[in-house]
């Protein structure tokens, strides 16, 4: 059990350009989880994969974001024409169909939109 | 609007010196309630999943319990290396798979 993993763990960009994460859930995990932390603040859910479904949105993922989990194995989530108000911790979690509500999270990719 | 509430937003204790930290929530359509540790600049670690009123968890100087309207994270000795946010996190019947988090206790521990 190697852990999710998360790439870039840093990501600094200029407001407008668009800017790609990318999540590897546990190998057997089916479920997916992304969320966005802020300083001083828990996460906060953005949305959700069973397998490659995406079955939930928060209303928080604007239509600059999207997010896409093809073969229902990694994740990447996308944010186009970034804002500074993007800028925060990008957080993934997984989740297995055994426990499904117990999300294991990764090391977060902190985005700086300047 | 369900809403999950954490006190006190900051701790400081001497080495030893027990405590608890609270977490408060929505009572209705509670479908679990999460306890995560989390070290500065890393994504929150798993501690305890409680889901009933008067279950309780241990793992080690920490143990979780809950009631109908709250749970609380004992400390019991600390030692320097349990200083971190502690973050308590919720989930209700129509939120889905999603955890409702709240703001986090930092506690500092000093030797």
């Known amino acids: 059990d190697t852990g999710v993993s998360q790439n870039p763990r840093h990501k600094i960009t200029k407001r407008g350009q668009n800017v790609t994460f990318r999540c590897d859930p546990i190998?057997?995990?089916?479920?997916l989880y992304w969320y966005r932390q802020t300083l001083g603040q828990g996460p906060e859910f953005l949305t959700y994969f069973q397998n490659e479904a995406q079955l939930e949105k928060s209303r928080l993922l604007s239509d600059r974001f999207s997010a896409e989990r093809p073969k229902g194995s990694f994740s990447t989530l996308e944010i186009q024409r970034t804002e500074q108000g993007d800028s925060a911790m990008y957080l993934c979690?997984?989740?297995?169909?055994?426990?499904?509500?117990?999300?294991?999270f990764g090391p977060g990719t902190r985005l700086t939109v300047t | 609007e369900d809403q999950v509430t954490q006190s006190p937003e900051a701790l400081r204790l001497q080495e030893g010196e027990s405590s608890s930290l609270n977490c408060s929530y929505t009572v209705s359509g509670l479908r679990g309630l999460f306890w995560y540790r989390q070290d500065p600049g890393k994504g929150p670690e798993f501690l305890f999943t409680l889901y009933s009123a008067g279950e309780e968890k241990e793992k080690e100087r920490l143990k979780a319990t809950l009631t109908k309207k709250e749970s609380f994270l004992h400390i019991t000795a600390p030692k320097p290396e349990d200083s971190a946010t502690y973050l308590c996190a919720v989930r209700y019947s129509n939120s889905g798979y999603a955890l409702n988090f709240g703001k986090g206790t930092s506690l500092l521990v000093t030797p």
């Open positions: 190998s057997e995990h089916n479920r």
């Open positions: 979690a997984s989740s297995n169909r055994d426990r499904a509500y117990e999300q294991y």
